[in-house]
């Protein structure tokens, strides 16, 4: 029956662009990578600015000496996904340096912290690049799927209705009018969704941190 042949394409493809969207949203891992880059640069900065308020003299001026460094970095956590990479490879390098060597060594603790933002941000980077490829396969794989659906809709679906109503309106009208409201949802749901796709190939680049 055509009506049912109609039907069925417009379900498969509404299936297909919804797991295409699904990819584009899950599929990276990024939030979870930036998460822990996140927790990796607050416990640093934690540790650091306990030390620069220790007790002991001594521990507290080479607490004071890293502070000197990572208080040129506050905020890093609410930076976008490129500008905080670049931020934590900058304060990385700096903490690198020959002058902290001896005050970070003497710290209980910050050598291993400093090397769990390193990881993190590794990870990040890492999950980053497969984000770009895979957001990028998904978007344009949802964009085709999503011309299909609207020509299924409103090239096959609509037309076979209109017809049905005006060959017999008593038996048909009713039905063909429900499903017409259902195609308007469709067609309103699909714009919506491109929206949606839209503005999460765009934030692959440029996300904001959670």
């Known amino acids: 029956m055509l009506f049912r042949s109609i039907i069925d394409e417009e379900r498969a493809l509404s299936a297909r662009l919804t797991e295409a969207n699904k990819r584009i ?11 822990a ?13 306990a030390y620069a308020v220790f007790p002991l003299a001594e521990t507290r001026e080479k607490g004071l000496l890293v502070k000197a460094v990572t208080d040129n970095y506050t905020g890093i956590t609410k930076q976008k996904y490129a500008v905080q990479s670049a931020w934590t490879e900058s304060l990385l390098k700096d903490l690198a340096a020959e002058s902290l060597a001896d005050a970070i060594a003497a710290l209980p603790g910050l050598t291993q912290q400093i090397a ?5 941000e590794a990870d ?6 497969g984000a770009v490829d895979v957001k990028a396969e998904s ?10 659906l609207l020509a299924c809709i409103n090239d096959k679906l609509i037309p076979y209705l209109n017809v049905v109503a005006l060959v017999d309106e008593a038996t048909y009208g009713d039905f063909a009018q429900k499903i017409a409201i259902e195609a308007d949802r469709a067609n309103a749901s699909i714009a919506r969704r491109a929206k949606s796709s839209s503005t999460a190939t765009a934030d692959s680049a440029t996300g904001e941190s959670a």
């Open 37 to 49: 880059r996140d927790e990796a640069s607050a416990a640093l900065f934690s540790l650091v600015n």
């Open 116 to 120: 769990a933002l390193a990881a993190a």
């Open 25 to 35: 949203k899950v599929s990276s891992g990024l939030g979870e990578a930036d998460a």
């Open 124 to 129: 990040f980077k890492e999950k980053n690049a």
């Open 139 to 148: 978007s344009s794989s949802a964009t085709d799927i999503r011309k299909e």
